[in-house]
């Protein structure tokens, strides 16, 4: 078996009666670029609420480089490097550009309560290297000219870019991006294409993306999987997944 960095098998998660997911089996490599992507309601979301601790599989395992991490909180998954966005953008309106994405490296720190009251020497290197760290990715979003500016004040995509750059400050393994197309123009998809291509190249990183512009998820993802109604259905490079019939009829209702 092929080494994967994230390596679901089987899980699954019922609402009362409702199946929103049920035997979900995924892995996305080291440094992969792949999606999940169905029609309205198919599960997507739920899939990565249980990927990242917001909801415990009922069933199934997902380990993360190897480790176990279904049954960890939220916050102890994003620790073992996992990060993710959101379909409704979850910035700090009112703080900094620059304080945004600060926050999210701090989730990688590791002050002490004695180094944060009398601001030791370790403290202060830890908080210049998070000052370096939030720069250089402003930078690679061009957004380090709006650093001071709060984050409410910025257009909608470049919202989506800063909770992107807040994402990556935690220093993750794997990305995972819930429809960070979403509301933006077409120059704005083709900018975020080529930055995730980047975020690759540069930081290593692994991404694994939902998203309903079928054309950007055909153009980058190397693997994709299809969900409808909580289930797979398909999975496979895009050529493949495009023209399968059963993709086909989930998104136009009847095969092609």
Do not use: W
Request: with cysteine.
């Amino acid at each position: 078996m092929a080494r994967a960095l994230l390596r679901a098998e089987g899980i699954g998660i019922s609402f009362g009666g409702l199946k929103a997911v049920q035997g979900l089996s995924l892995a996305v490599p080291p440094g992969g670029l792949d999606g999940l992507i169905g029609p309205n309601g198919a599960g997507k979301t739920t899939a990565f609420n249980l990927l990242t601790g917001v909801y415990r599989a009922q069933t199934g395992s997902i380990t993360l480089d190897g480790r176990r991490i279904d049954g960890l909180r939220p916050h102890q998954i994003a620790k073992a490097g996992m990060a993710r966005t959101f379909q409704n953008i979850r910035l700090f309106g009112n703080l900094s550009v620059l304080d945004n994405v600060r926050l999210g490296a701090h989730v990688r720190g590791r002050h002490t309560l004695v180094g944060t009251l009398f601001r030791t020497p370790a403290y202060i290197a830890q908080e210049r290297a998070i000052l370096a760290r939030a720069r250089q990715l402003l930078g690679v979003f061009n957004l380090l000219s709006r650093a001071d500016e709060p984050a409410k004040s910025l257009p909608y995509g470049d919202q989506r870019r800063l909770e992107i750059a807040r994402a990556l400050a935690t220093e993750p393994k794997l990305l995972l991006l819930d429809e960070p197309a979403a509301g933006m123009n077409p120059q704005e998809k083709r900018d975020l294409a080529r930055t995730i291509q980047r975020l690759r190249r540069e930081f290593g990183v692994g991404v694994l993306l939902i998203e309903h512009d079928m054309g950007l998820v055909m153009d980058i993802c190397e693997r994709i999987t299809v969900l409808d109604h909580g289930e797979v259905i398909c999975h496979g490079v895009p050529a493949h997944v495009q023209n399968d019939p059963k993709v086909i009829e989930a998104y136009l209702g009847e095969p092609g």
